[in-house]
């Protein structure tokens, strides 16, 4: 779908915060009017377009962090996995690996319940370190091998990658090790991303074109024998929709997890939560 990206890593973890706010609320955090129901629909349809860009990114760089240390990921995904991550760490300039979005993860359930599709990813780099701390650079190119869905988990709307799109980025993955139990991964990327597909959303079908920017980071760590996963995004996305003559935009601004504008063809509306969206707009902008 979007077929471009580039992506620069280091070690940075944001937090999560969520919290209570005027409904609505409104540039600056001055009131503004809640959403029609047409802008909610119109936010909804655009919801899973960009997310499958942001989503590409995180599964893939999932993939590699997990190639080099098995096991570390299921921090993330909240199963028992193994005594992660692998002794020695051992990550390779050279990676190819394929990665199935509906195959079950550790515990037997899917690990994606909201993607779909089959993508491979080739990573070649540099890699300095040892097992106990180091860095790995990778040139990534992620080829998706069939088609590829993102469904938005709270309004069913869903976007569609084409089989044999391409998504190509830089990454780097951080690790510092005492033992089996106090380690910590560390990856953090910005995407910057342009392109068009389709999206289907209450029986009606839109072509889609927009741009992607993106800030994100993720921990996966392990202390005192407890796993532990933090993610934190920042970012832009501005998402066009049409069908026959009639077009929309709507721009998502993410200033941190807890401060998120939404911008339906010209109003603006925010600062929300992730929390809040789903209650004003019935999307998960993670999604």
């Known amino acids: 779908m979007f077929n471009r990206m580039a992506m620069w890593t280091a070690a940075l973890v944001l937090g999560l915060v969520t919290g209570c706010g005027d409904g609505g ?9 809640a959403p029609s129901a047409a802008e909610k629909t119109t ?6 377009a960009g997310g499958a ?9 999932d993939a590699v962090v997990e190639s080099g240390a098995p096991g570390a990921t299921s921090s993330k995904t909240g199963q028992a996995g193994s005594a992660a991550p692998s002794t020695p760490i ?4 050279s990676v190819t690996l394929t990665v199935d979005l509906d195959a079950p993860g550790g515990s037997g359930t899917d690990a994606h319940p909201n993607a779909s599709g089959v993508f491979q990813v080739t990573a070649t780099g540099t890699v300095t370190g040892d ?22 988990p709270c309004c069913g709307a869903q976007a569609t990658v084409n089989a044999g ?6 990454l780097t993955v951080q690790w510092a090790k005492i033992d089996e139990m106090n ?21 009606r079908t839109w072509d889609v074109t927009g741009t992607v920017v993106v800030h994100a980071n993720a921990t996966f760590s392990r202390a005192g024998g407890t796993y532990s996963f933090t993610f934190g995004i ?16 709507v721009t998502v601004t993410t200033e941190a997890l807890d401060r998120i504008f939404i911008d339906v063809d010209g109003v603006t509306f925010g600062p929300y939560t992730l929390a809040q969206i789903i209650w004003w707009f019935g999307f998960d902008c993670r999604g």
């Open 234 to 249: 920042s970012g832009l996305r501005s998402i066009v929709l049409t069908s026959g003559a009639e077009v929309h935009t």
């Open 43 to 48: 936010a909804q349809s655009a919801a899973p």
């Open 90 to 93: 051992n990550y390779q300039a």
């Open 25 to 33: 609320g409104g540039s600056g955090g001055t009131a503004a009017p």
């Open 53 to 61: 860009v942001e989503q590409t990114a995180e599964f893939s760089t």
């Open 165 to 170: 799109s391409h998504v190509n980025y830089v």
């Open 131 to 152: 097992a106990m701390n180091g860095q790995a650079t990778y040139a990534v190119d992620v080829q998706w091998l069939t088609n590829g869905t993102f469904t938005d």
């Open 183 to 203: 380690w910590s991964i560390q990856a953090t990327y910005d995407v910057s991303g342009a392109g068009s597909g389709t999206v289907t959303h209450r029986g």
